[in-house]
Nanobody, 121 residues
Framework: QVQLVESGGGLVQPGGSLRLSCAASGSIVRIYTMAWYRQAPGKQRELVGSITSGASTTYADSVKGRFTISSDNAKNTVYLQMNSLKPEDTAVYYC???????????????WGQGTQVTVSS
């Protein structure tokens, strides 16, 4: 199995910054993709940004130019630098990975438990 531990959420004023981290551990053979999703109250979970093992990135249109996703493959860790935060960025942010693990065939998706980000004055 794979465990994802997120950190870095909290309360920040509009225009401020936060950096989320997510470390993956367990019987990992290979990580293909790591990503951040978010879910605001009453809304569906949405992709914020993703990064492949080859460092290709994608972003939701709503965060382009403000958020940056990066990873440290040696540490199986993904980061999300969030700048110029807006109240509409308020949500629970979830870490995601698609990976292969020991003694299991195929790629499996894993989710973290989520970290709250609140943007408010």
């Amino acid at each position: 199995q794979v465990q994802l531990v997120e950190s870095g959420g909290g309360l920040v004023q509009p225009g401020g910054s936060l950096r989320l981290s997510c470390a993956a551990s367990g019987s990992i053979v290979r990580i293909y993709t790591m990503a951040w999703y978010r879910q605001a109250p009453g809304k569906q979970r949405e992709l914020v940004g993703s990064i492949t093992s080859g460092a290709s990135t994608t972003y939701a249109d709503s965060v382009k130019g403000r958020f940056t996703i990066s990873s440290d493959n040696a540490k199986n860790t993904v980061y999300l630098q969030m700048n110029s935060l807006k109240p509409e960025d308020t949500a629970v942010y979830y870490c995601y990975t698609a990976a292969t693990i020991l003694r299991t065939s195929g790629i499996t998706a894993y989710w973290g438990q989520g970290t709250q980000v609140t943007v408010s004055s």
